[in-house]
């Protein structure tokens, strides 16, 4: 771990450890709220996360070359979350989903307009926009990949202790 990480990493143990989960501790930095980050491999990285930010709508945060490959990209929803992917790495599939096998719930509330986009674009509808019996209104597309994107207007049920 170099001294840049390793300074990192002490400050987040020293905010995690100190209760402070604001966002932005005393440093100044902006911290994230705790999430659900999924993440995938793709046989071709740069080609998927084009895909996913200009038909999509996915923010391009980082993306961490490494000899060639893309190693780590952070890929934001402009709406909350957001996902993480890289490169595929053949020696990681005792832990990481193989390219193309991966599927999410992409809550938006703007369905409607973003199914206009990525049908616009060509993108591969698997199920059509329709209101579901459960309250929400979604689709599901297949990116370049393979893998499989729903977008809907269900946020989920309430957590028993938010009554």
Same mark, same amino acid.
């Given at each position: 771990?170099?001294?840049?990480?390793?300074?990192?990493? /002490?400050?987040?143990?020293?905010?995690?450890?100190?209760?402070?989960?604001?966002?932005?501790?005393?440093?100044?930095?902006?911290?994230?709220?705790?999430?659900?980050?999924?993440?995938?491999?793709?046989?071709?990285?740069?080609?998927?996360?084009?895909?996913?930010?200009? /038909?999509?709508?996915?923010?391009?945060?980082?993306?961490?070359?490494?000899?060639?490959?893309?190693?780590?990209?952070?890929?934001?929803?402009?709406?909350?979350?957001?996902?993480?992917?890289?490169?595929?790495?053949?020696?990681?599939?005792?832990?990481?989903?193989?390219?193309?096998?991966?599927?999410?719930?992409?809550?938006?509330?703007?369905?409607?307009?973003?199914?206009?986009?990525?049908?616009?674009?060509?993108?591969?509808?698997?199920?059509?926009?329709?209101?579901?019996?459960?309250?929400?209104?979604?689709?599901?597309?297949?990116?370049?990949?393979?893998?499989?994107?729903?977008?809907?207007?269900?946020?989920?049920?309430?957590?028993?202790?938010?009554?």
């Amino acid at each position: 771990m170099n001294d840049i990480n390793a300074a990192n990493a /002490t400050k987040a143990d020293e905010t995690h450890q100190s209760g402070a989960h604001s966002g932005t501790p005393a440093d100044g930095r902006n911290l994230r709220a705790p999430d659900v980050w999924p993440s995938l491999q793709a046989h071709d990285a740069p080609a998927l996360i084009d895909f996913l930010v200009s /038909t999509v709508g996915f923010l391009r945060t980082a993306v961490h070359e490494d000899g060639g490959r893309v190693a780590h990209a952070q890929l934001d929803w402009p709406e909350g979350g957001g996902i993480m992917l890289g490169d595929h790495d053949p020696a990681s599939s005792a832990y990481c989903l193989d390219p193309g096998t991966f599927g999410a719930y992409v809550v938006t509330d703007r369905v409607d307009d973003l199914y206009r986009r990525v049908t616009a674009a060509g993108a591969k509808v698997l199920r059509p926009l329709a209101d579901q019996p459960y309250g929400s209104r979604e689709f599901t597309i297949a990116d370049p990949e393979g893998n499989k994107w729903s977008f809907g207007t269900y946020r989920g049920e309430p957590r028993p202790d938010q009554g």
